[in-house]
């Protein structure tokens, strides 16, 4: 018997509908992703800010089998879709957790930093969950993980070195002078002059 993920998908948007984090856990082809990003947002957004902050999940994607359990802190709204055998108050937590571990890492996080620190935001939400599981609610711990893999970064010199890195050591390399023609089989390539780095 399958069993079924706890977590279906994450999704972060704007007061705009605009999408700023989606993560799905279960397989959706892209047309139906962006009809449940539609239909959730509309479901969530016409809702009052003082009831209950969890419903029914939308038709696409699962109807009653799954819960829409959500937080709307200032211009975002985060979307956990869930199993319906899941605590309504656990993934809340888990909500707050996540939002509290973003404030920490970006000191006030805000939309901007959803969109500038993408890579860092993913990075934080599989410290959280991983694969449509919970791996760690203890923020704490959390950010001490995101601390590590940024000491990491700046020690290899960062991703955004790494071209300049690449063109450094092409530079150093002793090549050979290049060849001016290549023959291979019935083909012949002519390689132009270049100018040297």
Same mark, same amino acid.
Do not use: W
């Given at each position: 018997?399958?069993?079924?993920?706890?977590?279906?998908?994450?999704?972060?948007?704007?007061?705009?509908?605009?999408?700023?984090?989606?993560?799905?856990?279960?397989?959706?082809?892209?047309?139906?992703?962006?009809?449940?990003?539609?239909?959730?947002?509309?479901?969530?957004?016409?809702?009052?800010?003082?009831?209950?902050? +969890?419903?029914?999940?939308? /038709?696409?994607?699962?109807?009653?089998?799954?819960? &829409? !359990?959500?937080?709307?802190?200032? %211009? #975002?709204?985060?979307? +956990?879709?869930?199993?319906? /055998?899941?605590?309504?108050?656990?993934?809340?937590? &888990? !909500?707050?957790?996540?939002?509290? %571990? #973003?404030?920490?890492? +970006?000191?006030?996080?805000?939309?901007?930093?959803?969109?500038?620190?993408?890579?860092?935001?993913?990075?934080?939400?599989?410290?959280?969950?991983?694969?449509?599981?919970?791996?760690?609610?203890?923020?704490?711990?959390?950010?001490?993980?995101?601390?590590?893999?940024?000491?990491?970064?700046?020690?290899?010199?960062?991703?955004?070195?790494?071209?300049?890195?690449?063109?450094?050591?092409?530079?150093?390399?002793?090549?050979?002078?290049?060849?001016?023609?290549?023959?291979?089989?019935?083909?012949?390539?002519?390689?132009?002059?270049?100018?040297?780095?």
């Amino acid at each position: 018997m399958k069993q079924e993920k706890m977590i279906k998908a994450i999704l972060v948007f704007n007061n705009h509908g605009k999408p700023r984090l989606i993560r799905f856990y279960q397989y959706f082809p892209e047309d139906m992703q962006q009809q449940i990003i539609r239909e959730t947002f509309h479901l969530v957004s016409k809702r009052d800010d003082n009831v209950c902050n +969890f419903l029914e999940g939308g /038709s696409l994607i699962g109807g009653s089998d799954y819960k &829409l !359990i959500y937080r709307h802190y200032a %211009t #975002l709204y985060f979307v +956990f879709c869930v199993d319906s /055998s899941e605590s309504e108050l656990g993934i809340l937590d &888990l !909500i707050q957790v996540f939002v509290e %571990t #973003l404030d920490k890492c +970006f000191e006030n996080v805000c939309e901007l930093d959803l969109i500038f620190h993408m890579d860092k935001v993913h990075y934080i939400l599989q410290e959280v969950v991983m694969g449509g599981m919970v791996l760690e609610t203890n923020m704490n711990e959390i950010v001490a993980q995101v601390e590590n893999q940024t000491r990491l970064e700046k020690s290899e010199g960062g991703l955004s070195a790494a071209p300049a890195r690449a063109v450094s050591a092409v530079k150093n390399m002793n090549l050979p002078e290049i060849p001016r023609n290549i023959n291979i089989g019935d083909i012949n390539i002519k390689v132009p002059n270049l100018s040297p780095f």
